[in-house]
């Protein structure tokens, strides 16, 4: 908190001296409000956190994030971004196999990723218990969330028509009326506004995401809901401010896609990276890694001393039995008390990171060596200048893993950090200016 009010004074602002009506112990302070009446009118917040963010209300934060934006040397006014849309192409269609059998009861093999699911809306669909419908789920052909909640229609019809006939239905969709009936991640749309100074330090970060969710909610909640937990990645942010929104369209409802709503928190950040890299001038690798959280590593480590454990990359890690005590004993102390004797950074929103799973400066850094990026950078650049109809480019990004705020999840997953090195080439389709 004493850092956040050094960073706020040195934009000229000062916290106000009154609390919040609404307390809250969650340590990411992500404000979610749902409509009772309309599940399509769900929105996310998330605004300046940690222990300052527990002193402001929603409104306060937002301001305080305005005017850290309007207080910074540069400014990004009305930027805008597209969020792609994803559609699930698992080898398997949508498929049910219904046999009935006696005394009512009915078994269904459905090729779903949630059985209780199939097995609560088969039987509402029937009208009978829930010990009378007994769902088998085998090989699913893929299902990457596209058969979380989608087979259940399908798993519905194929039901309803066996105990209609008494005879074993199987319902299956061809390729088209899958495409059709089930759409994949979220197309959205993005707006912000960035202040920054001359180094490609980022200060402060104000965006509106609007998701094109669909008929009816489904679940396509989980885009905003996780797109808010994973929005401030591991980058040392002043103030932040994300309002995510849904839309309701006209065409079938939108559902998970592995890692939903990750890969479009990172989207979003990335893209102001790299916004903030070109109005500067600079390579957005040195952008990005000007505005990493700070190094708080305090051992030597190498590339030959990691090891993974449950989800958790660990940099000179202890040895596996005394890793699993050491994961013991966290679960039994309180988060709180953890940070106060473990070295750790945390987040623009709270969330804190160990120093012995915040390796992502290390991996940087020797990413960038092993990757020879400054040589091919500058063979990049090279290539553009003396081709005028093709383009190169060259990219890496970071991405931590584990953006779930609960704590039970975060104890299993930890938090880890990975690095990715993509070059690509694209051919333009315009005339270049004369």
């Keep these: 908190a004493a850092v956040r009010r050094e960073r706020l004074a040195a934009h000229g602002l000062c916290l106000p001296t009154y609390t919040t009506t609404s307390s809250s112990s969650s340590s990411s302070d992500t404000d979610d409000t749902y409509s009772s009446t309309d599940p399509m009118n769900a929105s996310h917040h998330s605004s300046i956190s940690g222990d300052v963010a527990r002193e402001l209300d929603k409104q306060t934060a937002r301001s305080l994030v305005h005017q850290i934006i309007a207080s910074s040397p540069r400014q990004i006014t009305n930027g805008s971004y597209s969020l792609p849309a994803q559609q699930h192409m698992y080898m398997e ?71 209609h006939f008494g005879r074993p239905v199987c319902y299956t969709l061809n390729r088209n009326d899958d495409l059709l009936m089930n759409h994949g991640r979220c197309l959205g749309r993005v707006e912000y506004d960035v202040g920054f100074d001359d180094t490609g330090k980022v200060h402060a970060i104000k965006a509106k995401v609007i998701f094109r969710a669909g008929a009816y909610a489904d679940l396509s909640m989980n885009d905003g809901g996780t797109l808010v937990a994973a929005i401030d990645s591991a980058y040392d942010l002043s103030g932040l401010s994300v309002d995510v929104k849904y839309a309701r369209c006209n065409i079938p409802p939108h559902t998970i896609v592995r890692a939903p709503g990750f890969l479009q928190g990172v989207m979003v950040l990335e893209q102001v990276m790299e916004h903030v890299a070109a109005v500067l001038g600079m390579d957005s690798a040195a952008v990005k890694a000007a505005n990493f959280l700070p190094d708080v590593s305090t051992t030597t480590c190498s590339t030959t001393n990691i090891s993974s454990n449950m989800g958790r990359l660990c940099v000179a890690s ?117």
């Design 318 to 434: 202890p040895a596996a039995a005394d890793l699993k005590q050491q994961q013991h004993q966290q679960k039994h102390v309180d988060p709180e008390q953890q940070q106060k004797w473990q070295p750790g950074v945390t987040t623009v929103l709270g969330r804190f990171i160990s120093s012995d799973t915040y390796t992502l400066p290390l991996l940087w850094q020797q990413l960038l060596s092993s990757s020879q990026y400054n040589d091919r950078l500058a063979a990049v650049q090279q290539y553009n200048c003396d081709h005028a109809w093709s383009k190169k480019g060259i990219v890496v990004t970071p991405v931590r893993c584990g953006v779930w705020a609960d704590q039970q999840v975060c104890d299993t997953l930890q938090l880890s950090h990975c690095c990715v090195v993509c070059q690509a080439r694209v051919k333009l389709l315009f005339r270049p200016d004369p």
């Design 93 to 163: 269609t949508q498929t049910a196999v219904a046999e009935p059998l006696e005394d009512g009861a009915v078994r269904v093999t459905s090729s779903t990723q949630s059985l209780d699911a199939v097995q609560q809306v088969v039987a509402g669909v029937l009208n009978i218990p829930f010990n009378k419908v007994t769902v088998v789920a085998k090989r699913l052909g893929g299902g990457f969330g596209g058969k979380a909640s989608r087979s259940m229609p399908v798993a519905a019809a194929a039901a309803l028509a066996a105990a």
